[in-house]
């Protein structure tokens, strides 16, 4: 087991720096088997959030400034963890190029903006998948001894050939299928502007080359820059409105955007969730057609960790 802990958060420009000398062809290449995950986890041991850092995010995505924090951003804090355990730990596969199909986060109560917390990220559950292999990093976060927020986000690395031969015989995802408009919930249509995927990175410390230009996205077989995930999760999550004190949301990352792009959310009442057998669905579709880029469900929970 390797454990690091850490004062604060790595900086982006540190972690990039070992992003690139990792890529470099010198010294041991360090190839470990594609069978099993590092056993590591990374820690920040006391949190404080960067209260301007929070300000740029809360904007770019559509938040509210209530004084508390978003139910998302805990995933995007936990990513600069992510990228020094994929460069410091024996990572078995190439980092950049990485995508991000799924995403779960729980939030046991409100958090405060100005809260100081304990955040870990560990790598977990290795799989096969048709497109090559996936995994997922396990983040928490916890005020004292008492868990406030988990998350997992998925990632999947794509290879011509997948992992294993069986694999082949997994059943698809169902397909997503663009739902009437529910007249008590929301419905709304808006841009997604070019630049969104290098904004974003700037605030999200995330500079994945398929979400910044043309050009770096083409080397990794998209025609265009894509959107990020997170930032399309979040958008949602900021139009939907009053969200409950507790609650998980889980999103499954479909078609990427293409950037620019027009994108339609259609989204049920959060209202009607009063109980814990109760389900919010929302997704967020291509404004052309019925294609889906975003399939999510919210649901309250009532489970204290």
């Known amino acids: 087991m390797s454990d ?6 790595p900086k982006a420009h540190t972690t990039y720096a070992n992003i690139v000398k990792s890529l470099l062809p010198i010294g041991n290449s360090g ?82 903006e100005r809260e100081t917390v304990a955040l870990s990220v560990t790598f977990d559950n290795l ?18 001894d008492e868990v406030i927020w988990e998350g997992t986000s998925t990632y999947l690395s794509r290879s011509k050939k997948p992992a294993s031969s069986k694999d082949k015989k997994s059943t698809p995802r169902p397909a997503v299928v663009k739902p ?27 500079f994945n080359l398929i979400h910044l230009h043309p050009l770096s996205a083409r080397a990794f077989g998209f025609p265009k820059a ?30 990427p955007i293409f950037l620019p792009a027009e994108v339609e959310l259609i989204a049920e009442p959060v209202a009607q969730l009063t109980n814990a057998d109760d389900t919010c669905e929302f997704g967020l579709y291509s404004s052309k057609n019925n294609k889906p880029h975003l399939a999510g469900v919210m649901k309250l929970e009532t489970d204290s960790k």
């Not at 690091?4 to 958060?9: G, I, P, T």
């Not at 990513?79 to 990485?98: D, I, R, S, Y």
């Not at 919930?185 to 995330?206: N, Q």
């Open 4 to 9: 690091k802990h850490y004062d604060a958060l």
């Open 31 to 112: 190839k470990v088997s594609r069978d099993e995950l590092p056993q590591a986890t990374y820690y920040v041991d006391d949190l404080h959030i960067d209260q301007d850092n929070l300000e740029d995010y809360r904007k770019i995505c559509g938040f509210a400034d209530d004084g508390k924090v978003p139910a998302t951003y805990f995933s995007v804090l936990s990513q600069t963890l992510q990228m020094n355990m994929m460069v410091k730990e024996p990572f078995p596969f190439a980092m950049l190029g990485l995508v991000h199909v799924d995403n779960s986060v729980t939030q046991y109560r409100p958090i405060g």
């Open 127 to 144: 799989r096969d998948h048709a497109q090559g292999q996936q995994f997922d990093f396990i983040t928490i976060v916890k005020s004292e």
């Open 180 to 206: 009437e408009v529910d007249e008590a919930g929301v419905h709304s249509i808006f841009e997604v502007p070019e630049d969104i995927g290098r904004r974003y990175a700037f605030v999200s410390g995330d």
């Open 226 to 255: 894509i959107a990020h995930g997170m930032w399309s999760k979040a958008k949602c999550l900021a139009l939907m409105g009053d969200l409950p004190d507790a609650y998980t949301v889980d999103v499954s990352f479909k078609l």
